[in-house]
């Protein structure tokens, strides 16, 4: 499986401010995937970073507030802008490789005062 | 939207016990996930499936993908303290795309006192 490396691993920061987390793939990959992780709580998908394009958002979630990046099959940022304290939550990217499966990143884990 | 109901909630193990949850769906899936996250990490995955009535192991490990095609089941066998987490049931639904993972709530295992 691909290695996924996503930095910062931990941040925190004052509101109002913004946070773009990075996420490094060891190898090329079509689909990329970010997800936010509220305090012990399941995951939900943010977007799907697509290369060349503009990332597809779910429901709830807009481009102002998470503005996505995938310059190339092997990287992807994403940002938190104007933080409040309910982004305070673990960031997660994630690639699909194989059928149907997908491997995550460590996290960034956020706390917004 | 779609979800999964994933059971127990949470559980206390003591070394040496079998463990065994659940997650079902209310619609069909053609693929289940199984992963564990451990705290300050991104889940990893423990367990693929794609067929029904499919039953695989890996190591103390054993998923099987239910008959119905709406729900799955884990078992560990003979519990260690390593086996303390958080697992998580993933799937996709008939006709979904690989960015629609849908995730259960999870079940956190603790050692007993």
Redo the contacts between chains.
């Keep these: 499986?691909a290695v996924?490396s996503?930095k910062p691993s931990r941040d925190i920061c004052q509101r109002g401010t913004s946070l773009t987390i990075q996420c490094q793939v060891d190898s090329q990959v079509t689909?990329m995937?970010w997800y936010r992780q509220q305090p012990g709580?399941?995951?939900?998908?943010i977007a799907?970073a697509n290369q060349g394009s503009e990332a597809?958002y779910e429901?709830g979630f807009v481009i102002d507030k998470f503005p996505i990046s995938r310059p190339n099959l092997t990287f992807s940022t994403l940002t938190v802008s104007n933080m409040s304290p309910e982004d305070s939550s673990i960031y997660?990217c994630?690639v699909?490789q194989?059928?149907?499966?997908?491997?995550?990143?460590?996290?960034t884990?956020l706390s917004v005062l | 939207?779609q979800q999964l109901n994933q059971s127990p909630q949470s559980m206390f193990i003591q070394e040496g016990e079998d463990v065994s949850m659940n997650c079902t769906s209310s619609s069909i899936f053609?693929?289940w996930?199984w992963?564990k996250q451990d705290p300050?990490?991104?889940?990893?995955?423990l367990i693929?499936l794609?067929k029904a009535g499919e039953l695989t192991s890996n190591g103390r490990l054993t998923a099987q993908f239910g008959i119905t095609r709406k729900d799955s089941f884990l078992n560990i066998s003979a519990s260690i303290p390593s086996d303390v987490g958080i697992y998580?049931c993933a799937g996709?639904a008939l006709g979904g795309s690989?960015?629609?993972?849908i995730?259960?709530?999870?079940t956190k295992l603790s050692v007993k006192p």
């Design positions: 499986s996924i996503q689909m995937f709580q399941s995951l939900t998908l799907t597809t429901s997660l994630s699909g194989g059928k149907n499966i997908q491997y995550f990143g460590a996290g884990r | 939207g053609n693929t996930l992963y300050g990490e991104g889940p990893v995955l693929a794609y998580f996709y690989q960015g629609n993972l995730f259960g709530k999870g």
